[in-house]
């Protein structure tokens, strides 16, 4: 369950009535239900479940694990502060997602606009414009080839716009239904399968050195 | 299926009126007969069946490498912590409205019932040596009330009296309206005779 060795605090103030019942067989609406009426385990168990695929899609979109870091607990703390604000009716991953999402689009528009302004403030014509700094500290021979795809995936996503990133993610990474990510973005159902095969098409000639080619 | 990627040098292609079939044909989630009709076109049109494949083995890098990166260690550990002091900051605002005004009020209290206490205790001691201003009162009243009472009665009217009785008769008199004064003022005894207390406390200590 825990990634760690150290201790989680079992605090009397997080500590919420018993359910009886195996929580780990519940459904996540379930489990968002238990947490509502105050089990604080339902919720580390919906940390537990979310928190991989959940850094996989901060990480993928925003491309900084420093950052991503940041925004999962973020995203986590504002379901645990916002949980009487959730309703049966929405899927909980894609009320997960929708917070997330938001805290990510933000914290990548932020970092967009301090990088424009850094960047407009060393530029002699004042011309905004934005230089992708390249990663000097990865050395893909130190590295197995999984994560030599890992990398290139990332700086390919990276590269590809925001608008068309984020919904490949949601598709292709998270594996999410048409309908959720519509959710998720606010997007109509044909946009978003629009974008997605558009930004996989961007990704085709970014990841063409990593693609390898079958024979016959 | 394909060689190779193949794709102008920015990744776009003429494709782009068929984003949205294209998008289902490779997810899998297209209707069967629509999926039917939709095979038999890219069959007749290479170049599309070139990029249907292309894009097909970029959905499956992104599904098999996209989901590697796993959360930091200690997350929940973090997440308990933080909300340990949220939830206790949460519980300071109802305290931190009552218990500065409380503490002020519960510390003026001290500080009079100090100033009392202390006036009340030094000044009865030192009194006789010291003759503070409001022990002169009551020990010149204790040894003089028979007098005051008296000098007091004759001067009910003080119109009859000559100029040189009024200045004869005009300390005893103010010594004793101060005397009553402060009989009629509780918090007035309580200020005067601390803070005598006080000052002669720290006059010698």
């Keep these: ?216 | 299926m394909c060689a190779g990627y193949h794709s102008d040098g920015e990744g776009e292609n003429s494709f782009t009126d068929l984003d949205e079939f294209l998008c289902e044909y490779v997810d899998g989630t297209m209707d069967p007969a629509v999926r039917k009709a939709f095979e038999e076109y890219v069959r007749s049109e290479p170049a599309l069946a070139e990029h249907v494949a292309q894009l097909m083995e970029t959905r499956r890098l992104l599904c098999h490498y996209g989901h590697h990166v796993h959360a930091p260690c200690g997350l929940q550990t973090r997440l308990h912590q933080q909300l340990s002091i949220e939830m206790l900051e949460a519980q300071r605002p109802v305290l931190s409205g009552v218990a500065p005004r409380l503490s002020s009020a519960v510390a003026l209290s001290s500080f009079l019932v100090l100033l009392f206490l202390t006036g009340l205790l030094t000044g009865p001691a030192e009194s006789a040596s010291e003759g503070g201003a409001v022990d002169r009162i009551v020990s010149y009243a204790d040894d003089r009330e028979e007098s005051l009472v008296s000098e007091a009665a004759a001067f009910t009217d003080p119109w009859s009296m000559t100029r040189e009785q009024v200045r004869t008769h005009r300390a005893p008199w103010n010594r004793l309206q101060d005397r009553a004064g402060i009989g009629r003022d509780t918090s007035l005894i309580l200020v005067v005779a601390g803070a005598a207390g006080v000052r002669r406390t720290y006059a010698h200590p």
């Design chain 1, 1 to 216: 369950m825990m990634n760690t060795s150290m201790p989680v605090p079992r605090l009397a103030i997080l500590a919420g009535p018993r359910v009886d019942g195996d929580l780990t067989q519940m459904s996540d609406e379930d489990l968002m239900s238990q947490f509502q009426a105050g089990n604080v385990e339902a919720f580390d168990l919906l940390v537990s479940r979310y928190k991989d695929p959940l850094t996989n899609y901060i990480y993928r979109f925003l491309g900084d694990m420093k950052e991503c870091e940041d925004l999962l607990q973020e995203t986590f703390l504002r379901v645990y502060r916002n949980r009487h604000s959730y309703r049966r009716i929405a899927k909980y991953s894609t009320w997960l997602y929708t917070i997330a999402g938001n805290l990510a689009r933000s914290e990548y528009r932020k970092r967009k606009r301090r990088r424009l302004y850094s960047l407009q403030s060393v530029n002699r014509d004042e011309e905004e414009y934005e230089v992708e700094i390249p990663d000097e500290t990865f050395s893909p021979d130190e590295h197995t080839e999984s994560t030599i795809q890992d990398y290139y995936i990332q700086e390919a996503l990276k590269q590809i716009p925001e608008e068309f990133r984020e919904v490949v993610v949601l598709r292709d990474v998270q594996q999410l239904a048409y309908e959720e990510i519509a959710e998720i973005t606010g997007l109509p159902m044909g946009t978003v399968k629009s974008r997605i095969n558009r930004g996989r098409t961007k990704l085709q000639s970014l990841l063409k050195d990593i693609y390898i080619p079958q024979e016959g």
